[in-house]
């Protein structure tokens, strides 16, 4: 079966600007958790949906949010870009809750902030 | 949050056994120890996760010390394809408890195998 995808692979933005990344989990997967990963900071956790509720939150600014519709696809936007968020950003879906088994990553969505 | 503790970077040589070490001595009984890598330019990969007991899978073993302060990934034959960052990660609950728990990865080890 199709893996988890995302959309668009590559962004560039300018600082002040919004972005919205998008996230297609594996069929039949409820939920959706988003990652930040830098050099510096490594694979960071965003936030989790499940279900279309946010079920678990990070530590990053109201600046970062996300939704889920009825059919699990996932969104993370983010506003008023700052040259610190160029990052890769990486979805994971799984069956359940995440930490509870297995999750699948996308291959991500590299964000460069100019 | 729970912490762990990987060596920074291994180094192996092909068709030889990998033990990756993790210490997680703030480790709660309720947690349980998942283990992640991530090959260069893609996301990472589930490799194997465990509770209490010693688990295995098609790709590797997973060994829990008795306290469970400690884990090992054994990767019983190490292939150049092997070579990546690998994650020892908890499964805790996140701030509002209950149900939902969240993976806390850290900086992993960088596996290197040479041919």
């Known amino acids: 079966k199709a893996g988890v995808t995302q959309t668009p692979r590559y962004l560039i933005k300018t600082r002040g600007q919004q972005v919205t990344l998008s996230c297609s989990p594996i069929?039949?997967?409820?939920?959706v958790s988003w990652y930040q990963q830098t050099p510096g900071q490594g694979l960071q956790f965003l936030f989790e949906?499940?279900?279309?509720?946010?079920?678990n939150k990070g530590n990053f600014p109201g600046r970062f949010s996300g939704r889920q519709f009825s059919n699990s696809r996932s969104e993370m936007n983010v506003s008023t870009l700052e040259l610190g968020d160029s990052a890769l950003y990486l979805c994971?879906?799984?069956?359940?809750?995440?930490?509870?088994?297995?999750?699948?990553f996308g291959p991500g969505t590299r964000l460069t902030v100019t | 949050d729970a912490k762990t503790t990987q060596p920074n970077s291994m180094e192996s040589n092909e068709e030889e056994p990998v033990h990756l070490p993790c210490n997680h001595s703030t480790i709660s009984g309720t947690d349980y120890i998942h283990w992640y890598r991530q090959l260069p330019s893609q996301g990472p990969e589930y490799v194997i996760h465990g509770l209490t007991s010693n688990v295995n899978n098609r790709m590797a073993s997973l060994a829990i010390a008795e306290d469970r302060k400690s884990s090992t990934l054994i990767l019983h034959r190490a292939t150049l394809r092997d070579a990546a960052v690998y994650y020892c990660?908890?499964?805790?609950?996140?701030?509002?408890?209950?149900?939902?728990?969240?993976?806390?990865f850290g900086k992993g080890t960088l596996l290197t195998v040479n041919p």
């Open positions: 994971a879906s799984s069956l359940g809750l995440a930490g509870v088994g297995e999750q699948y």
């Open positions: 069929s039949g997967h409820r939920s």
């Open positions: 949906y499940f279900s279309e509720t946010q079920r």
């Open positions: 990660i908890l499964r805790d609950r996140g701030r509002s408890g209950g149900s939902n728990y969240k993976l806390t």
